[in-house]
């Protein structure tokens, strides 16, 4: 009797375990996948590269509610 309670309490932490397993997978299977585009064989590598990126004014918000800014004119 003790241990089908047990092994009642033990069903929703397998489920979860299930959850995880098949998540794990799907994540694999995506660093796994082989790109459709490929670095050309002889491509340009540079033995040095200076410079900075510079953000001005950047303004952002999301499709689902553009009246919501993320960013509102921020500048790095």
Same mark, same amino acid.
């Given at each position: ?20 397993? %098949?998540?794990?997978? !799907?994540?694999?299977?995506?660093? %796994? !996948?082989?790109?459709?585009? &490929?670095?050309?064989? +002889?491509?340009?590598?540079? %033995?040095?590269?200076?410079? &900075?990126?510079?953000?001005? +004014? ?6 689902? %509610?553009?009246? &919501?800014?993320?960013?509102? +004119? +921020?500048?790095?």
């Amino acid at each position: 009797m003790m241990s089908c309670i047990y092994l009642a309490q033990l069903a929703p932490a397998l489920k979860k375990v299930g959850e995880g397993v %098949d998540a794990a997978s !799907r994540i694999f299977k995506i660093i %796994d !996948r082989e790109p459709l585009i &490929k670095s050309p064989e +002889n491509g340009l590598q540079p %033995d040095h590269i200076q410079g &900075k990126i510079v953000f001005e +004014n950047v303004t952002f918000s999301y499709p689902k %509610d553009p009246t &919501k800014k993320v960013l509102d +004119n +921020n500048s790095i």
